[in-house]
């Protein structure tokens, strides 16, 4: 079972550059989010999807794009990247929204 | 506006004594309350939630979490921790959207 599957899961990128933080899930999952976690900020939501070809803001979603193609996979993009988006982000995925969430392992981005 | 409190960045406690993990919500409506466990290194793992009912829930590991509605709390309990509890423990509330707390990092010590 390889539930939820996040790449990279370290990248390091330059200011204003853009790159695709990959998330897939094999569970037939509805429900997918992406978050991001800051020391002493918990997790907050960036974007989320309640199936496929719907995609929809969180809380912090400046600077963030995603789109659902297919039930199995919810790429993040960022678009020009920002030393305020050094993060860890975590994908996640559920049968519907208030259902139990499986996490991914984390993908830790650096900008510079 | 919608918000989630752990008042405690940290709880200290003996192996083989309770423990508590507090949580304080601030949200309009019925929402559904979880408790989420994160290993270093690793992405959060499910232990309970609260939907209705009983106010006391049982999840994985021998958690517990009690309800409080008068208090908008959420608690996280344990009768006996293990050296193997240690890790970050966040609580989390849905209506519209998932809002997480900031996280208690747990110290269970020998």
């Known amino acids: 079972n390889a539930g939820v599957t996040q790449t990279p899961k370290f990248q390091v990128l330059k200011t204003g550059q853009s790159m695709t933080l990959q998330c897939a899930q094999d569970?037939?999952?509805?429900?997918m989010s992406w978050y991001r976690q800051d020391p002493g900020m918990g997790l907050r939501l960036i974007h989320y999807?309640?199936?496929?070809?719907?995609?929809d803001q969180g809380e912090v979603p400046n600077g963030y794009n995603v789109s659902r193609s297919t039930t199995e996979d919810f790429p993040l993009r960022l678009l020009s990247a920002a030393p305020s988006q050094t993060s860890v982000y975590f994908c996640?995925?559920?049968?519907?929204?208030?259902?139990?969430?499986?996490f991914g392992q984390g993908t830790r981005l650096t900008v510079v | 506006a919608q918000s989630v409190a752990q008042p405690e960045d940290q709880v200290n406690v003996a192996e083989g004594n309770p423990l508590t993990v507090k949580c304080t919500y601030s949200?309009?409506?019925?929402?559904?309350l979880f408790w989420y466990v994160q290993y270093p290194n690793r992405g959060l793992q499910f232990l309970l939630k609260y939907i209705t009912g009983d106010n006391l829930v049982k999840g994985s590991y021998g958690f517990e979490a009690e309800f409080n509605k008068s208090q908008t709390s959420f608690h996280l309990k344990k009768p006996s921790a293990l050296v193997s509890d240690s890790a970050l423990y966040f609580c989390?509330?849905?209506?519209?959207?998932?809002?997480f707390g900031s996280g208690t990092k747990l110290n269970v010590k020998p």
């Open positions: 949200v309009s409506g019925n929402p559904y």
């Open positions: 569970m037939n999952h509805e429900y």
């Open positions: 996640a995925s559920s049968y519907f929204r208030d259902a139990e969430a499986f």
């Open positions: 989390a509330v849905t209506l519209s959207k998932f809002y």
């Open positions: 999807s309640v199936g496929a070809g719907i995609t």
